[in-house]
């Protein structure tokens, strides 16, 4: 019986081979409506991590809020003024009003209570209830801040020039948004103070918005490079878009597969596609073989059958090698580099599955006389 071999049957049937691959890259395809994002640090390691655990208990127990944005305010000749500590109670104001905003913890001057001991029991008074207007109210207000030893770096620095509202937010919220709509508030504010919004939304949400839009930058950008430099090297469109086309179907195969899964995108996988179009770039040698071929024997089809016999076992391991490299990876315990490997690895895959089978059918399809003058 004779044994199938793939690019034989590829070369006999171009069309079918090519019908074949778009059937399935559609199927790939039309997964991508399911995607789902996720930036949490946390989805980063196993629910059954001990980290994650404690971490998830710490939160139980003490009913803290998942999410919480940091609005660090420096004035460097010192925050105890009453122009400054008019402007936390002002910016404070304003954050209340915003929705998503859990306003029962937010923490500033002008929310917290300050709780010290007195005369045997317990005293408890709003921290900051009026901005202070003389030299003597701001000194009182000033003593009151270092003897609570609660307040002294979580709330104002030891130097007296930052202090910081702690901005906690419903379950859900955007932390992004929530951010913007704070500096939007800040940037009103003139003067010698500076403003700094920190938090682990704020990080997160932001690559949520961001990687896809690096993504579309880079990944066009990539594309069009290595077009480029394989139109100098081989003169050919049609064998440039058969490379081209082995990248984005490795693309769509292996991101199709990933959210086909269930799988969310996270920061890494993200730039899946970009690895992938570098890594087909290797299917060079198989046309600088074939034109080499060519030459030889003017035979279109018998150029490729021995361009795949002289190069197939080295593309071949080349791409085993490579796809058990970034597999390995799926020994991980992070969750967002796992994902990364396996899906490097199948892409890698693809990719060579594509050079045995979509690459000679295309070069099939090209003719003879631009075969030619292409090669001089």
């Known amino acids: 019986m004779k044994r199938f071999n793939l690019t034989s049957f590829s070369v006999d049937h171009p069309?079918?081979?090519?019908?074949?691959?778009?059937?399935?890259?559609?199927?790939?395809?039309?997964?991508?409506?399911?995607?789902?994002?996720?930036t949490d640090p946390k989805n980063m390691?196993?629910?059954?991590?001990?980290?994650?655990?404690?971490?998830?208990?710490?939160?139980?127990?003490?009913?803290?809020?998942?999410?919480t944005i940091v609005l660090g305010i420096v004035n460097k000749k010192g925050i105890?003024?009453?122009?400054?500590?008019?402007?936390?109670?002002?910016?404070?104001?304003?954050?209340?009003?915003?929705?998503?905003?859990?306003?029962?913890?937010?923490?500033?001057?002008?929310?917290?209570?300050?709780?010290?001991?007195a005369g045997g029991g317990i005293s408890v008074q709003p921290l900051m209830g009026n901005v202070p207007k003389t030299e003597q109210e701001m000194a009182a207000f000033k003593k009151s801040i270092y003897d609570n030893p609660l307040i002294v770096d979580r709330l104002v620095?030891?130097?007296?020039?930052?202090?910081?509202?702690?901005?906690?937010?419903?379950?859900?919220?955007n932390g992004k948004e929530i951010a913007?709509?704070?500096k939007g508030i800040v940037a009103k504010e003139k003067g010698d103070e500076q403003y700094y919004i920190a938090g682990d939304p704020?990080?997160?949400?932001?690559?949520?918005?961001?990687?896809?839009?690096?993504?579309?930058?880079?990944?066009?950008?990539?594309?069009?490079?290595?077009?480029?430099?394989?139109?100098?090297?081989?003169?050919?469109?049609?064998?440039?878009?058969?490379?081209?086309?082995?990248?984005?179907?490795?693309?769509i195969w292996s991101m199709g597969l990933l959210i086909g899964l269930g799988y969310p995108v996270h920061i890494m996988s993200s730039m899946i596609p970009v690895f992938l179009m570098a890594i087909a770039t290797d299917s060079i040698h198989i046309f600088n073989e074939f034109y080499f071929r060519f030459r030889e024997t003017k035979n279109k089809k018998q150029a490729v059958?021995?361009?795949?016999?002289?190069?197939?076992?080295?593309?071949?391991?080349?791409?085993?090698?490579?796809?058990?490299?970034?597999?390995?990876?799926?020994?991980?315990?992070?969750?967002?580099v796992k994902v990364f490997?396996?899906?490097?690895?199948?892409?890698?895959?693809?990719?060579?599955?594509m050079s045995f089978s979509l690459i000679p059918a295309a070069m099939m399809l090209v003719s003879e006389k631009k075969i030619l003058a292409a090669t001089g």
């Not at 069309?15 to 074949?20: C, E, G, N, S």
């Not at 059937?23 to 399911?34: E, H, M, N, R, S």
């Open 157 to 173: 620095s030891k130097d007296g020039t930052t202090t910081a509202i702690y901005i906690p937010l419903e379950s859900g919220a």
């Open 202 to 251: 704020v990080a997160r949400d932001t690559f949520g918005a961001e990687m896809f839009k690096q993504m579309g930058l880079f990944s066009p950008i990539a594309g069009m490079i290595m077009m480029i430099v394989l139109y100098i090297l081989f003169g050919n469109i049609g064998l440039v878009s058969s490379v081209m086309a082995v990248a984005m179907i490795s693309v």
């Open 15 to 38: 069309w079918l081979v090519i019908a074949i691959v778009a059937v399935i890259t559609l199927g790939f395809a039309i997964q991508f409506p399911k995607i789902t994002i996720d």
């Open 341 to 353: 490997g396996i899906f490097i690895a199948f892409g890698t895959i693809v990719i060579r599955l």
């Open 80 to 117: 105890f003024n009453q122009t400054t500590l008019e402007k936390v109670a002002g910016i404070t104001d304003e954050i209340l009003k915003l929705k998503a905003v859990a306003v029962k913890d937010v923490a500033s001057f002008t929310t917290v209570d300050n709780v010290v001991s």
């Open 45 to 67: 390691l196993p629910a059954t991590s001990d980290v994650r655990v404690y971490n998830d208990s710490v939160e139980k127990d003490f009913s803290l809020h998942k999410d």
């Open 180 to 182: 913007d709509k704070v």
């Open 305 to 336: 059958l021995d361009t795949m016999r002289v190069v197939g076992q080295p593309v071949k391991y080349t791409a085993l090698a490579t796809a058990a490299g970034f597999g390995v990876l799926a020994i991980m315990h992070i969750i967002p």
